[in-house]
């Protein structure tokens, strides 16, 4: 790009994507959706306990300030103004849950991550609240089963648990959020002023919100017995707050433009989501998956939403071989270690760390390695690896197939493990269709852009179909016949089937939790010149 083209680019849109592993700023040119610079910083998870995942807030914070303030400077040593970024778009991990002072601005606890599993015996005492214990009692409501993966529970935990929490519920001075929340709060002024809300699909992953009348829900809230005062203001997705955001799923969704009913991406992040445009009519799942929000792209804009279907190891697992088992010395070595042997060899992975999410949604659940003989080695277990999260997605698939009744000719993917071609070429064969990468596999904090500039009142970016710039992809083709890939999905499915019910909880009178009691596989697991706004969503770096 000449210095004469840079200086003439026009309207720019940052996006601000805060992921479990890692942040990142993107920033975007409004007319032509090219990537113009970015900065990455990887975000410490901590472990204090078996099944128990956190992470620093005040980390998570400022990782968003050095983040922007180096693609600042990068963009600067391009030639680039930075007065031309008119927006900045929010995409965050969803369900991950932050309690804050209002007068100090400081958490009180640390995050509770998504994957996090404290909650277990706190769904279980719940659970005892319900007709039958029927863990859909609340779905119609909610779109959600009664699960350790959605907010409401987490924060449960807290109020039990932590007394700093209690405290300042009594005194009033408790703000609830997701991350998103946390950020916009702080970025926009905190304990002078800072703006508590959220977006709709944010809202829409805690089991406190009615996804029909787009309200949090008074009964729900006396269910699991939060204050209301605690809550944020729930926004659209794509207006100024001052911030705006969208969960990281629904951004990628958008990122992907997947704007037509029964549109469908699927994003390889920390965990791996698949989300299947539903359009403005809320279609309940009879095979495993959630129902949620996907976008509400304006505050008069009808909502849109989604089948989803959420595993919580994907990424994960890889960084697992890297930290844990130290099999790999980066997370890229996985795909030539894979590559080498071009087969798992009858090695079959299950990383049931966090238990099964979709379409199974049981705790118990742990991770196995079966199938294993002399000859097995790295390579095999690495091949595995890649495999489990190839066959996850192909029972995501299968669900969202089965429910819509139009079964996927090909499947749009995106998010960071899409850059590893044994693992595209690998879901193409465990799928029998294509997978359709896009180019620029940034589409979380794309969508995230787009919201953010199309905003009323910014409106530098046409979310018109006709408008959209034509995305280049990579296409990769099915290699196996059918009759093998049904083989391997089917020793897949006997390898889960082994993984059931290998814990059990025993609730003591504290509320605490023994379910670990056998672990094989333990989880170790701006300046004032640029306008501030959010645009939420569900999807993108693995939540």
């Known amino acids: 790009m000449a210095a004469s083209d840079r200086m003439m680019l026009g309207p720019l849109v940052g996006s601000i994507d805060q992921g479990t592993s890692s942040t990142r700023f993107l920033v975007f040119n409004a007319k032509t959706s090219e990537l113009l610079s970015h900065h990455q910083v990887e975000i410490m998870q901590k472990f204090p306990k078996e099944g128990w995942v956190e992470q620093d807030p005040k980390e998570i914070l400022s990782s968003v300030h050095e983040c922007v303030e180096k693609t600042c400077e990068k963009l600067q040593q391009l030639n680039i103004d930075i007065t031309n970024i008119k927006a900045i778009g929010v995409s965050n991990q969803r369900e991950t849950t932050v309690v804050w002072d209002k007068t100090t601005g400081e958490p009180l606890y640390n995050a509770i991550v998504w994957l996090d599993l404290r909650t277990q015996a706190t769904v279980e005492r719940l659970l005892k609240k319900i007709p039958g214990k029927n863990k859909s009692f609340f779905k119609f409501r909610t779109g959600l089963p009664l699960s350790t993966y959605f907010s409401a529970v987490k924060l449960r935990w807290l109020l039990d648990n932590v007394e700093e929490i209690k405290q300042a519920v009594g005194d009033g001075r408790a703000m609830f959020g997701t991350i998103d929340s946390w950020l916009i709060w702080s970025l ?30 008074p009964e729900l809230c006396r269910f699991f017995d939060i204050p209301m005062e605690i809550l944020p203001k729930v926004r659209s997705s794509s207006e100024i707050y001052g911030l705006m955001c969208l969960g990281d799923q629904s951004a990628a969704l958008v990122g992907q433009m997947c704007f037509q009913d029964g549109q469908a991406k699927n994003t390889y992040g920390t965990g791996c989501f698949l989300l299947c445009n539903t359009g403005q009519k809320s279609v309940f799942s009879e095979h495993g998956l959630l129902t949620t929000i996907a976008y509400k792209l304006g505050r008069d804009k009808p909502v849109c939403y989604a089948l989803e279907g959420s595993v919580a190891i994907a990424g994960a697992v890889v960084r697992w071989l890297r930290d844990n088992l130290g099999i790999l010395k980066t997370s890229q070595e996985v795909e030539k270690l894979a590559a080498e042997v071009g087969t798992s060899y009858g090695c079959y992975f299950v990383p049931a760390f966090s238990g099964l999410y979709a379409p199974y949604w049981e705790p118990s659940a742990r991770g196995i390695i079966c199938g294993l003989t002399q000859f097995t080695n790295k390579n095999h277990i690495a091949f595995a690896a890649l495999e489990a999260v190839c066959f996850q997605t192909r029972e995501l698939l299968d669900a969202i197939n089965k429910d819509c009744g139009v079964p996927l000719n090909q499947l749009q993917v995106d998010g960071g493990m899409t850059n590893n071609k044994v693992l595209m070429q690998l879901q193409s064969d465990i799928l029998c269709i294509p997978v359709v990468k896009p180019s620029m596999p940034e589409t979380t904090a794309l969508g995230a852009a787009m919201a953010a500039g199309a905003a009323e009142g910014v409106g530098i970016w046409s979310l018109n179909p006709g408008d959209l710039t034509a995305v280049t992809c990579e296409r990769f083709e099915p290699q196996i016949n059918p009759e093998e890939s049904e083989f391997r999905f089917a020793r897949w499915k006997k390898a889960v089937m082994k993984s059931m019910d290998w814990v059990t909880s025993d609730i003591s009178s504290n509320g605490d939790t023994s379910i670990f009691c056998s672990l094989p596989l333990g989880l170790y697991i701006m300046s004032s010149m640029i306008i501030l706004i959010g645009a939420k969503y569900i999807s993108g770096n693995g939540n």
Do not use: P, Q, Y
């Open 188 to 217: 926009t002024g905190g304990k002078n002023g800072g703006v508590h809300c959220t977006d709709v699909t944010n809202a829409s992953r805690t089991m406190l919100f009615n996804i029909h009348s787009l309200e949090w829900d």
